[in-house]
């Protein structure tokens, strides 16, 4: 299985990656440690959650991608993520 990242603007889907192993991104929200990062591989449950400006690390084998992103909100579902920039 692999993952399927989309980046969402407010003019339109902004980035399309598929194949992934691992994205790792910046999680903001009060219950948890401030800039804590999540690594969401296959078959990651069902998750919702704001995520902080930060370079967010998309691998694949061998390869890392770093993507600057802004603050928004991010949903893992079905192996694939989305996120919806605020």
Same mark, same amino acid.
């Given at each position: 299985?692999?993952?399927?990242?989309?980046?969402?603007?407010?003019?339109?889907?902004?980035?399309?990656?598929?194949?992934?192993?691992?994205? !790792?991104?910046?999680?903001?929200?009060?219950?948890? !440690?401030?800039?804590?990062?999540?690594?969401?591989?296959?078959?990651?449950?069902?998750?919702?959650?704001?995520?902080?400006?930060?370079?967010?690390?998309?691998?694949?084998?061998?390869?890392?991608?770093?993507?600057?992103?802004?603050?928004?909100?991010?949903?893992?579902?079905?192996?694939?993520?989305?996120? !919806?920039?605020?």
């Amino acid at each position: 299985m692999a993952l399927t990242f989309d980046m969402v603007t407010a003019k339109g889907l902004a980035m399309h990656e598929e194949g992934l192993e691992r994205v !790792v991104i910046r999680r903001r929200e009060e219950r948890f !440690v401030p800039g804590s990062e999540v690594a969401i591989c296959a078959s990651h449950g069902p998750l919702l959650m704001q995520t902080q400006a930060c370079t967010a690390r998309l691998v694949r084998g061998a390869h890392t991608q770093a993507v600057d992103v802004e603050l928004g909100v991010l949903e893992v579902l079905d192996d694939r993520i989305t996120l !919806v920039i605020t």
